[in-house]
């Protein structure tokens, strides 16, 4: 039975990181003292939910939890630092900061460290999340103890939920770019304007003609999208403003 530890002190422990190539030592103090810090804690870097889910959402809602009182936002496994390290690069993780729980020391202090060798993970944290202010967990969600890899109450929305049950999470927005575009600045000024995040899609690094053509129907950019509404080009977006007034 995974304990839920509400009220407890997290574990002091020393995590090892790499940081500019260099071995730094982390510690649970330097991590949380004087801070009220979010902590996510998942089985594995670049595994499938965590990829496409856990982090990324987190990521995407980040601003918003710091915004309602959040210092910091720790994404924590138990994978090496050199693993970590090459996951973030890969993940849209600009916002979290990834701590190696390389030895699971700290998975097994929170209660947390489960066997997973059935599946050639060896021992692995349970998926959960909470939040620790100055030390001290505040609250817990853990999931439930299903088979598999249940992710019903760790995500990101039901962590603002409890964070600020009043905040609204921004809708989500991408936009399809080419470099040297004036209409593409344009439009990327107008979401600025109205102090919008969105996701930029630059084509010849991230999309091409075809996929900008089946995607949109159209062949010219921006082309912009608004909580998964095509809405087109700059002139459309400014309309798009106009008519929300």
Same mark, same amino acid.
């Given at each position: #039975?995974?304990?839920?530890?509400?009220?407890?002190?997290?574990?002091?422990?020393? %995590?090892? =990181?790499?940081?500019? +190539?260099?071995?730094? +030592?982390?510690?649970?103090?330097?991590?949380?003292?004087?801070?009220?810090?979010?902590? %996510?804690?998942?089985?594995?870097?670049?595994?499938?939910?965590?990829?496409?889910?856990?982090?990324?959402?987190?990521?995407?809602?980040?601003?918003?939890?710091?915004?309602?009182?959040?210092?910091?936002?720790?994404?924590?496994?138990?994978?090496?630092?050199?693993?970590?390290?090459?996951?973030?690069?890969?993940?849209?993780?600009?916002?979290? =900061?990834?701590?190696?729980?390389?030895?699971?020391?700290?998975?097994?202090? #929170?209660?947390?460290?489960?066997?997973?060798?059935?599946?050639? %993970?060896? &021992?692995?944290?349970?998926?959960?999340? #909470?939040?620790?202010?100055?030390?001290?967990?505040?609250?817990?969600?853990?999931?439930?103890?299903?088979?598999? +890899?249940?992710?019903?109450?760790?995500?990101?929305?039901? #962590?603002?939920?409890?964070?600020?049950?009043?905040? &609204?999470?921004?809708?989500?927005?991408?936009?399809?770019?080419?470099?040297?575009?004036?209409?593409?600045?344009?439009?990327? &000024?107008?979401?600025?304007?109205?102090?919008?995040?969105?996701?930029?899609?630059?084509?010849?690094?991230?999309?091409?003609? =075809?996929?900008?053509?089946?995607?949109?129907?159209?062949?010219?950019?921006?082309?912009? %999208?608004?909580?998964?509404?095509?809405?087109?080009?700059?002139?459309?977006?400014?309309?798009?403003?106009? +008519?929300?007034?």
């Amino acid at each position: #039975m995974l304990e839920n530890r509400e009220g407890q002190r997290v574990p002091s422990v020393t %995590f090892r =990181t790499r940081q500019n +190539d260099e071995w730094v +030592d982390v510690t649970s103090d330097e991590l949380f003292t004087g801070k009220r810090v979010v902590v %996510f804690s998942l089985p594995g870097a670049f595994t499938p939910t965590c990829s496409s889910s856990h982090l990324p959402r987190y990521n995407e809602l980040a601003p918003l939890l710091k915004e309602n009182g959040v210092d910091e936002i720790v994404c924590l496994s138990v994978n090496d630092a050199f693993v970590m390290n090459a996951w973030g690069k890969d993940q849209e993780a600009e916002n979290i =900061t990834l701590i190696p729980d390389g030895n699971g020391e700290f998975s097994e202090g #929170m209660g947390m460290l489960v066997d997973k060798s059935a599946i050639g %993970f060896g &021992k692995r944290s349970w998926r959960y999340s #909470m939040v620790v202010k100055d030390g001290v967990i505040e609250k817990m969600f853990i999931e439930p103890e299903k088979p598999g +890899d249940p992710f019903e109450v760790s995500d990101a929305d039901t #962590m603002l939920a409890y964070i600020a049950p009043e905040a &609204k999470a921004p809708e989500s927005i991408a936009i399809i770019t080419k470099p040297g575009c004036p209409f593409c600045a344009k439009a990327k &000024k107008l979401l600025q304007a109205k102090g919008l995040r969105y996701e930029e899609v630059i084509m010849g690094s991230d999309a091409t003609i =075809t996929s900008l053509r089946a995607i949109t129907g159209r062949e010219s950019v921006p082309q912009v %999208f608004i909580g998964g509404k095509h809405i087109g080009g700059s002139d459309d977006l400014e309309e798009y403003f106009l +008519d929300q007034q």
